[in-house]
């Protein structure tokens, strides 16, 4: 297991003990047609699933995935973090669904699961900030999709984790790399969805993967792509103070002048039914010839 791998994994199964405090989970008790928000506000994106197979990428403790199964679909979520998946899997068992759940490095999933498999690939909030590369991962998800199948991505923009943390005098200032470079460490003794106590593995090593990096990612992966979205919300809080919450949506924006920097995008591919030789560069470049 290469260094990223082992620090983040340690670093996200101590996350989950808060997590199981922090996640709504006594909403979808209460309400077994409740929804996670990230799911609900993309649902309209999302189209019909209801029936499809479908796996989520990095699950973590599966209230996506929970949600993706409410919506009527055949769920598999996978994660690196054996801690995260207990917690999904107790979640899934309690909740009344049948949700397969995979231990695995994204990078890995068409080895632990086999090539072709789903008709829909979907991955969330926080998620491709862990993967150090992006082409291999879409090549991965073209390789986990039927024909046919489609990707669903909702993340936050790599902007977002360009910026400082919140300063007094309220300026933004650009402090990480927007382009994909070989990782950035952190130390984060608390964590987004906790209660403010320290957690036992605050390393972690995370990427940024420029807009242009992850279009081309998955253009050169074979994928139509359908629709790419920014959006000036995010469902988590990066702004302390400067950020104002929605209740319509549960997400957070800046107050002052949010048209300023996006925070979250959305992006819908497509694997063609029927495969095309090589890739669009491929076919740009068979011109010249
Ligand atoms: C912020 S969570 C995202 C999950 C989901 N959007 C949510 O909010 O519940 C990030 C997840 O990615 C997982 N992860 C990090 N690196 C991974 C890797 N290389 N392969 C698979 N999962 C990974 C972590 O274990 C964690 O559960």
Do not use: K
């Not at 933004?172 to 403010?196: C, K």
């Amino acid at each position: 297991m290469t260094d990223h791998l082992s620090i983040n994994r340690a670093n996200w199964d101590s996350r989950v003990p808060q997590h199981l405090l922090g996640y709504d989970l006594d909403r979808f008790r209460a309400d077994p047609s409740f929804l996670s928000g990230v799911v609900r506000f993309d649902r309209p994106r999302l189209g019909e699933i209801s029936g499809r197979r479908g796996i989520h990428l990095q699950c973590h403790i599966g209230t996506d995935t929970v949600s993706l199964a409410r919506l009527g679909a055949r769920m598999t979520g996978l994660d690196l973090s054996p801690a995260s998946l207990a917690a999904a899997r107790s979640i899934a068992e309690e909740l009344g669904h049948d949700i397969e759940y995979v231990e695995s490095d994204v990078d890995r999933a068409v080895e632990a699961l086999g090539a072709e498999r789903f008709e829909f690939v979907y991955t969330g909030i926080g998620a491709l900030c862990w993967v150090p590369n992006v082409r291999h991962w879409a090549r991965t998800v073209a390789a986990l999709l039927v024909p046919g199948g489609r990707l669903f991505l909702r993340d936050a923009h790599p902007m977002v984790y360009t910026l400082c943390d919140p300063r007094a005098d309220g300026l933004l200032t650009v402090e990480f790399p927007y382009f994909e470079t070989p990782g950035i460490v952190f130390e984060e003794s608390q964590t987004y969805a906790g209660d403010g106590t320290p957690i036992a593995s605050p390393r972690s090593i995370s990427f940024n993967h420029g807009i242009s990096e992850l279009l081309n990612a998955v253009i050169d992966a074979g994928l139509d792509l359908v629709s790419f979205e920014e959006h000036d919300s995010v469902p988590w809080n990066p702004f302390g103070d400067f950020a104002e919450f929605d209740p319509a949506t549960g997400e957070y924006r800046l107050r002052d002048r949010p048209a300023r920097v996006p925070t979250s995008f959305t992006l819908r591919a497509v694997r063609p039914r029927t495969p095309r030789t090589g890739s669009p560069v491929d076919r740009w470049r068979e011109w010249e010839c």
